[in-house]
């Protein structure tokens, strides 16, 4: 059974949530301004919550005496939901399918149907970060990279697509006035996701977590930055190649989308911890609609054309999930090709989802 409900969870008249053995999945976003609490110290207090599932270090210690506290890495352990009557999600998603919080939704709700449960799971959904904007191609996950939806949509595709049968809710992003008040990344989801401009860039400057090029993990701007120490060469790139800086069009990192600034950096953490690294920042032009993707697709084969003996891009095949997008920063194809075929997939994606829309605005793909 599926329902979409437009009041707060604790107006809800489901006896489940009045009566029933309450566990909660969630991190720090599960706090409550009017209440000036968390959802799970709420639940604690009034109801009957015996176990809180917390990703790795998201939350501090013994936060409610009495609750079960259980740290998971990204699946909730299945055993771990034999004696509970609903559980209650609140994680915020960021807007691409690297996210842990989406991977964990889908193995739990594969759990969940592969078992028979009948447990009752209640999403309180929240606004995307990431807007509505699509890039990419699907993977695994039947997900493209950006995928432009707010989690519980993810809740909803996840739960059709697999044809369960377990009950879930999904409490509307608007059922209170808080959720259209408080920013979706006021209170960061993860370390590395630190506001407004980290949602510019996320989709695509990920990927180089699949190569020994630091995303600027260890700064103040994850996700903003990227270079690695080999890559101080690219210093007097420009002159030798006659452009007239990192932003003239005919260049190739160029994007009308931001400016690129050549900087250094030293990440306190992480790949090249305490090393200089030689890089970009990258800067959003407001007004402008960027593709992130993209853009990260041809950052990483200009990197890999100048520095053939020092880049290494092992790990990218399981963040790109697609063969073509792998042969393009190999330097087997073209890059009009390469684009061919993620507009080609942000079509069908565009097409496929409209079923599983909850709110009234649609995503949509830069043209």
């Not at 609140?90 to 592969?114: I, M, N, P, S, W």
């Not at 807007?131 to 949509?153: I, S």
């Not at 992130?292 to 890999?304: C, T």
């Not at 399981?318 to 080609?344: A, C, R």
């Amino acid at each position: 059974m599926f329902s979409f409900r437009t009041t707060p969870l604790f107006e809800q008249p489901d006896l489940v949530l009045r009566q029933g053995r309450l566990a909660m999945l969630c991190n720090q976003v599960a706090w409550h301004p009017d209440k000036g609490e968390y959802h799970f110290e709420t639940l604690a207090r009034e109801r009957n919550l015996v176990r809180i599932f917390m990703p790795e270090h998201s939350l501090y210690g013994e936060c409610c005496p009495g609750v079960e506290m259980v740290e998971i890495g990204d699946s909730v352990p299945p055993e771990k939901l034999q004696d509970i009557d609903a559980l209650i999600i609140e994680l915020q998603d960021v807007g691409a399918r690297y996210c842990t919080a989406t991977r964990t939704l889908l193995k739990l709700f594969y759990d969940l149907h592969r078992s028979g449960s009948d447990i009752s799971i209640y999403v309180m959904d929240r606004i995307n970060s990431s807007g509505r904007q699509v890039e990419g191609t699907m993977g695994v996950m039947g997900l493209p990279h950006r995928h432009g939806l707010t989690f519980g949509e993810i809740a909803n595709f996840f739960y059709y697509e697999l044809g369960a049968k377990f009950h879930l809710h999904i409490i509307s992003a608007e059922a209170e006035q808080v959720n259209k008040e408080l920013m979706p990344w006021s209170i960061p989801p993860f370390s590395d996701f630190a506001g407004l401009f980290t949602s510019h860039f996320y989709s695509g400057q990920c990927l180089w977590m699949g190569t020994n090029v630091s995303y600027g993990h260890g700064t103040t701007r994850p996700f903003e930055q990227f270079g690695a120490p080999f890559m101080e060469p690219l210093y007097d790139f420009n002159r030798k190649n006659g452009f007239k800086n990192w932003n003239d069009p005919s260049n190739p990192l160029y994007d009308n989308s931001l400016y690129i600034r050549w900087c250094r950096f030293e990440p306190a953490y992480g790949i090249w911890k305490d090393e200089v690294c030689f890089g970009f920042h990258l800067m959003f032009i407001p007004g402008h609609t960027y593709h992130a993707l993209n853009h990260a697709l041809r950052s990483i084969r200009f990197i890999r054309e100048q520095f053939p003996d020092n880049f290494e891009y092992d790990s990218l095949e399981p963040l790109l999930q697609d063969n073509m997008l792998l042969s393009y920063v190999s330097g087997e194809i073209d890059w009009e090709l390469t684009s061919e075929h993620i507009k080609t997939e942000e079509q069908k994606w565009l097409r496929k989802v409209k079923k599983y829309l909850l709110y009234g605005d649609s995503p949509w793909r830069v043209k």
